[in-house]
């Protein structure tokens, strides 16, 4: 065992990797932000363990893993409803819990969302890599080794839990996201919307669509109608920067959503989606059904101003 370690990974599951904010200015060298998908949640999983907001946390797709403890901690389970277990009793999301020495957290089969934040105190103690210590998936750097975590692999902690009595506080319930089987998520037009024609911009929001099970951290891929652009409009465009949030219509005219592992597009983006649904889209799981609203910059401030308020309001009460 590792000097220093915090957690033993028994089990895998899915796909559970190392994650923080992500990894930001470096996009001109093609370096992607990466980075949690719904960093909401892991934003709050770290206050509630006495974290900063941006340390490393662990996040779980789906099928979550099987982790030993390797030292008295505090731990907080935020984002999907894995149904996280302590030593095979339930634990309660959105709040502390103290686990001891040799407690086994482990998941079962999912209720709700996609995508759960696992953080410790002090957080997980990885090498940062050009000031982030998320894990590139595709290109295979950051995190733990730039991999998923596997099986026998120990995970060393960022710091000391110096607070225990914190344990079983929890996040405002009212404020908690709720993660069903039917979207809607919320979009401006553009950057080249006027490239569609009226027809394929009304159907971009009145078509239902469903998550296709080869969408991954790059992007989401939608099965539905297809979009087409206008009749005299080539199907790509010269590759240009793109953001998480951002709509391709690629040439098979069916909408990819894209995600925090890429930074350049050749195809036209129909719309975008608002910073405050942002964290939303990693929750979206296979099978799931979306539709798109489009919203006012307005009304794409003011929603994220309610997410920014949520969060400040409860790092107030922390230190009341």
């Not at 957690?7 to 992607?32: I, K, M, N």
């Not at 949690?36 to 490393?56: H, K, P």
């Not at 709700?112 to 934040?117: C, E, K, L, T, V």
């Not at 569609?196 to 971009?204: I, K």
Request: glycine residues 12%; contains cysteine.
């Amino acid at each position: 065992m590792a000097a220093g370690a915090i957690l033993e990974v028994l089990s895998p599951g899915a796909l559970t990797s190392v994650q923080d904010l992500g990894r930001y200015g470096h996009g001109r060298y093609g370096v992607a932000p990466s980075g949690a998908l719904d960093t909401f949640a892991l934003r709050i999983a770290n206050l509630l363990v006495g974290n900063r907001e941006d340390q490393a946390c662990l996040e779980t797709m789906l099928l979550g893993p099987r982790i030993r403890i390797l030292a008295d901690t505090l731990i907080a389970v935020t984002g999907g409803n894995l149904r996280p277990h302590r030593n095979k009793q339930p634990v309660e999301m959105w709040r502390v819990h103290a686990f001891k020495k040799d407690d086994i957290l482990s998941f079962k089969s999912p209720v709700s969302g996609f995508r759960a934040y696992t953080a410790v105190a002090g957080g997980i103690g990885v090498p940062p890599v050009m000031g982030s210590r998320s894990t590139n998936l595709p290109s295979g750097f950051g995190g733990y080794r730039g991999r998923p975590v596997q099986k026998d692999d120990f995970l060393l902690s960022g710091g000391s839990c110096h607070n225990l009595s914190v344990a079983g506080r929890g996040f405002n319930s009212a404020w908690i996201p709720h993660y069903p089987k039917n979207w809607v998520i919320r979009v401006i037009w553009g950057p080249q919307d006027g490239h569609f024609p009226d027809e394929s911009r009304n159907l971009f929001l009145n078509a239902s669509y469903k998550m296709s099970p080869e969408s991954d951290r790059t992007g989401i891929r939608l099965q539905g109608p297809v979009i087409d652009r206008k009749p005299d409009i080539e199907e790509s465009i010269i590759s240009e920067g793109v953001i998480s949030g951002s709509i391709q219509i690629p040439g098979d005219g069916k909408p990819i959503i894209i995600l925090g592992e890429t930074v350049t597009g050749g195809y036209r983006k129909i719309a975008t989606v608002i910073s405050a649904d942002l964290p939303l889209l990693g929750q979206i799981k296979p099978g799931d059904d979306l539709q798109f609203e489009a919203v006012s910059q307005e009304t794409a401030h003011r929603a994220l101003h309610e997410v920014a308020d949520k969060i400040i309001r409860f790092k107030e009460s922390l230190s009341a």
